[in-house]
């Protein structure tokens, strides 16, 4: 399989498992949160699944295609390590959905950032609440669900927050 | 439909194209010709389509992720206006295949740099060669081809060199 095969098959598990989140949390109420913008395609898509929600996104540094950059007021503007614990007030408990994908080539250091900002996270998403990830977040409080048809596992992860 | 679905929509046309011209080639002698590098994701998907021939690479600066770097004595480093005729002498007529994929977000000025390039790029194709585009190159030296099922017409685009 070539890089270019395996980015096809990153990019197809995202679109089938953010879709599946958005069947999954029809019925729940609350925001969505992506956890970093980058080229602002993945924000995109979540405009279009969730036209009725607020969408709350982190980044460091905004550097999107002009068409993808969110309302001031919904950028959580520098690094997650700060912007999460600072969001708790506002969004504590209030997010439907998360999305995180570290997106950078370097295996490890994806899993190491996955790691520290899991309990970042967690804490924000309502009770049955969903976090699609492309690194591994299972915790207590993070119960694993099914992928898509055609997603393989471990190549993305669905959760639900107890 | 957004920005990540036509995103997958591109890259799956791209290796559509690409694996279509691997079987369009194989009755026929030549080098393979990569215009950009960018991060290497398709340079890794021709190297393994045609571990047989040499893949000439053009890019204006390196910055690839490592294991997808060329050889340096297959590598035109520079600009492509001038890398192109400079390479005629060795590559003139002796391309089986051709790639271009301008890949920036700026659709105007994709259309001009591939006008641009169509001339520099034809005579290095031999007679019953492949150019497999992104961006449209018609001309009297350059025959469309039916692209392969499930690429929309006008995606990408597949020539062969009269």
Chains 1, 2 share one sequence.
């Not at 270019?4 to 958005?22: K, P, T, V």
């Not at 924000?43 to 607020?54: G, S």
């Not at 982190?58 to 993808?68: D, F, I, L, N, S």
Request: overall charge neutral; aromatic content about 4%; proline content about 7%.
């Amino acid at each position: 399989m070539s890089r270019l095969d395996s980015f096809i098959r990153r990019l197809e598990a995202q679109r089938a498992c953010l879709n599946r989140a958005a069947e999954l949390v029809r019925g729940i109420d609350g925001v969505v949160l992506e956890l970093g913008l980058g080229n602002g395609r993945t924000y995109d898509h979540l405009r279009q699944l969730f036209p009725q929600r607020e969408i709350y996104v982190c980044e460091r540094q905004v550097a999107a295609h002009p068409e993808c950059i969110p309302p001031a007021d919904r950028l959580l503007l520098g690094d997650m390590f700060d912007t999460l614990p600072a969001a708790r007030n506002r969004l504590g408990g209030k997010v439907a959905l998360a999305h995180f994908d570290a997106g950078t080539g370097d295996a490890t250091a994806n899993l190491k950032l996955a790691a520290g900002l899991r309990p970042l996270i967690a804490p924000l998403l309502r009770p049955g609440g969903i976090l699609a990830t492309q690194q591994a977040m299972e915790g207590p409080d993070l119960i694993p669900l099914p992928l898509p048809e055609g997603v393989a596992e471990g190549r993305y992860h669905l959760y639900q927050r107890t």
